[in-house]
């Protein structure tokens, strides 16, 4: 279904444990933080391994897609968004958010991670514009209407609202935390 | 320092002979609790592998200096590389060959009895996983009960012995391991028996084993007298072996007794199991041994590895015998049970030949504990 950017590509097929996991680490040092890798294996122990090991360094494990005797895991390098000051005005809270989308479904929520973690999680309804791709991607969007930022944690949509702002976007509102406690209904491509 | 290895066997000796043993068990934390080696004297470390790729001083102050170490993993290739670092580091240890995987499959043949006419009764106890199986042997002839996978193991055994395997039987379908009992029948041309009650949708050709059955095994007939005994599913069937031994499947264990769930009828069950335990049971000799095909935890282990009580001292200790109310029974098998096998769904579609999964597959569908009983 969704087309998954990736950042790098590891393979680490045909290969027992522990070397899909000491090769994914070695490989993750090089990524920038928020990158997206895809590790290719044919351990089955590898899926459960890989989540935690992200668990216990604090990258993000994103999904495992199944195909044939491959495992597809999909991981994202630790950033610190976190700590950055979110700066635009508007926002709402999760629950505002799931109440809004209980009483009107057609209202626009744009989600701006990296399509990876979009396909394993995201709000139904949501369309997927990665922060790195919305300058040329805009277009895509209706300037009057009401549009919910969301990402994982508040931070990289905070940006894109505050992109979308300048642009002319003049109904742009924030989700705040995000998909990293989201309750709501969700989809996945699992 | 080198690194040695130790198999399953060693490990096996240690945990018979409760001797002491320091494991690190480098998979991750919920394999970990989930499922693990046990042992009466051994202690535990557990630090997922991943967590030492970049050394291993940190846990180096861990290890106590007057103990064996074990490293252990999932299928041996990450307990090589950080027994390798330990050692590096200037520690003895050993590595656990072929990891979890192996300590699954390992089978410790023990010999429980002679037989009154010179046979011989040996109890298979794989002892990662806590099942049992049994070799009947008696003159050149053998019959093989709850095998497992491992069919080559019965198969050469046998061979040691110079008999030549005649009967295989289940007791029931099983939902925790994968039976040997079709392959090993299919590989010596022995009669495969099962339960018709269990077998609706079996799709092989097989004997069917019902009450009263009575099989001879060797020229001086070693007697395996066949009992319905339905409880923990619906086809359940108990031996009487050589008027000595009561071998009764998933039924009664030594400290535990059969959960009525793992088909899906565990409220249908429980008056079955009930009549089993506490009626048909109760009419046979309190002398009987008991032999399971399960055992729950390492203390169940005689002195000399096997399990076995007589039925009279169960009826006095076990507790699952021991529940004089009906509604306190019902409760006590259908509610608050432990979760079930792993894969149990999968492992019963291939006890019924439904499914035929490769080696690799069926390991990881083993993967884990029992879990037949409730205490």
């Known amino acids: 279904m969704e087309n998954m950017t990736v ?4 393979d680490a097929k045909g290969l027992a444990c522990p070397m899909p996991i000491v090769k994914t680490k070695k490989a993750m040092k090089d990524l920038e933080p928020g990158q ?6 044919t351990d089955k122990g590898s899926k459960a391994d890989m989540k935690a090991w992200a668990e216990s360094t604090g990258h993000q494990y994103l999904g495992t897609i199944e195909e044939g005797d491959v495992l597809k895991h999909y991981l994202r390098k630790s950033s610190e968004e976190e700590a950055v000051e979110r700066k635009h005005p508007n926002v709402i809270d999760n629950k505002g958010l799931e109440k809004k989308l209980q009483e009107n479904n057609s209202l626009v929520v744009l989600d701006v991670r990296e399509t990876a973690e979009y396909a394993f999680n995201h709000i139904p309804s949501a369309i997927s514009i990665p922060l790195g791709k919305l300058e040329e991607r805009m277009n895509e969007l209706s300037k009057e209407a009401e549009i919910y930022v969301v990402c994982r944690t508040g931070s990289r949509s905070d940006l894109a609202a505050q992109k979308l702002t300048e642009n002319g976007f003049e109904r742009v509102i924030n989700v ?10 969700t989809e996945s491509i699992e | 320092m080198t690194v040695h290895v130790m198999t399953p066997e060693e490990v096996t000796k240690k945990v018979i002979n409760k001797e002491e043993l320091f494991i690190l068990d480098v998979r991750n934390e919920s394999d970990f609790q989930d499922w693990k080696i046990e042992g009466a004297n051994f202690q535990y470390l557990n630090v997922p592998y991943f967590e030492l790729l970049d050394g291993v001083e940190e846990i180096l102050s861990k290890f106590p200096a007057d103990k064996d170490i074990l490293v252990v ?3 041996e290739g990450s307990s090589v590389m950080v027994a390798e670092m330990l050692s590096e580091a200037g520690l003895t240890v050993s590595y656990l060959q072929g990891g979890m995987k192996a300590w699954s499959e ?42 497992t996978r491992m069919a080559d193991v019965y198969v050469d055994f046998a061979e040691s012995k110079k008999a030549v395997v005649t009967h295989v039987f289940d007791t029931h379908l099983h939902a925790d391991h994968i039976s040997g009992g079709r392959m090993i029948a299919e590989k010596t041309k022995a009669t495969y028996w099962l339960p018709p009650k269990d077998a609706e949708e079996v799709v092989f050709s097989y004997e069917p084993l019902e009450d009263g059955n009575e099989v001879m095994v060797g020229r001086t007939p070693i007697r395996i007298h066949a009992m319905y005994s339905p409880g923990h599913t619906i086809g359940s069937t108990s031996f009487v072996v050589d008027d000595q031994f009561l071998m009764t499947g998933d039924i009664l264990f030594i400290d535990s007794i059969g959960r009525p769930d793992l088909a899906g009828k565990a409220e249908d069950w429980v008056g079955d199991l009930r009549e089993t ?14 032999l399971p095909a399960h055992f729950m935890i390492i203390d169940e282990l005689n002195e000399d590895g096997s399990v076995s009580e007589k039925l009279g001292v169960l009826y006095a200790k076990n507790h699952g015998l021991n529940v004089a109310d009906e509604a306190a029974f019902r409760k006590l098998v259908t509610e608050n049970l432990p979760p079930q ?19 690799e597959q069926q390991r990881e569908m083993e993967i884990g504990p029992n879990r037949c009983a409730v205490r």
């Open chain 2, 277 to 290: 335990l506490y009626t048909r049971y109760k009419e046979l000799s309190e002398e009987l041994v008991v």
């Open chain 2, 106 to 147: 390992y089978l410790e043949p023990v010999k429980v009895a002679d037989l009154k006419d010179g046979g011989e009764l040996y109890q298979f106890v794989r002892i990662g996983k806590g099942c049992l199986s049994y070799m009947i042997i008696s003159n050149g002839e053998a019959a093989i009960i709850d095998a």
């Open chain 1, 36 to 41: 997206v890798i895809e590790v290719q294996a």
């Open chain 1, 176 to 185: 705040v935390p995000g998909m990293s406690e989201w309750t709501g209904e």
């Open chain 1, 7 to 10: 950042n790098v590509q590891l």
């Open chain 2, 341 to 359: 096998p792993n894969a149990y769904q999968e492992i019963r579609k291939t006890n019924m030949g439904k499914t035929t999964p490769d080696t």
């Open chain 2, 73 to 75: 993993c999932a299928k």
